[in-house]
């Protein structure tokens, strides 16, 4: 009883904050609201005896995805008013892909429900049953899917480096290096009891 509480408390705060995360006006906040979001799913999982999940939500989205996305919010500097504006053109495809995927969703939770469970994985520890998959059946899309989040990476590492105005100051380390002492000390004799 008192499981099934937390369990819905959890639920809850998880759709909440994943509302926050769409309808929060600014962007800081969404990313915050998403790390609640991967907070309270990753408990979810506890609760459900998924803890490699649980472990893998934790470590990878909130300590390096949210983070990135953060990272590239703070540094991108981007309008709000044009975001909601464009959101807003985009608003009818959104739903429609949210209609697909609520239906894709109710046919494979019906399609699991009316098959029952395998029996199989249930020998098998979680994080075993995981890996054997994984690396197995699922490699080339689990490479796949290494190789996207390296590209969006580097994306986003380009996107911080682009240059914000026609006056930014960069630093030509060559440059740097090249210079002698000569060119940028400048000696000057001052006389005793001089003033700066």
Known sequence: MVVDIIFYAFAAVTALSAVGVVSSRNQVHS?????LTF?????????LEAEFLAALLVMVYMGAVAV???????????????????????LPTGILVGVVILVELVVVLSHAH??????????VSNTRAI???????Y??????????????????????LRSRSKGAKRQNIGQQ???????????????SGEGA
Request: charged share 10%; hydrophobic share 60%; aromatic share 8%.
């Open 139 to 160: 490699l080339y899309p689990f490479e796949l899917a290494s190789l996207v989040l390296l590209v969006a990476l580097v994306g986003a590492v380009v996107l911080t």
């Open 31 to 35: 990313v915050l609201f998403l790390i």
């Open 39 to 47: 907070f309270s799913t990753a408990a979810l999982f506890v609760l």
């Open 68 to 90: 990135l996305f953060l990272f590239v919010v703070m540094m991108l500097d981007m309008d709000a008013t044009d975001l909601r504006q464009q959101a807003m053109n985009h």
């Open 131 to 137: 890996g054997q998959t994984l690396y197995t059946q």
């Open 114 to 123: 009316s098959h029952g469970e395998h029996g199989a994985v249930a020998t």
């Open 177 to 191: 290096v090249a210079r002698v002492s000569a060119e940028t000390v400048q000696l000057v004799q001052r006389k």
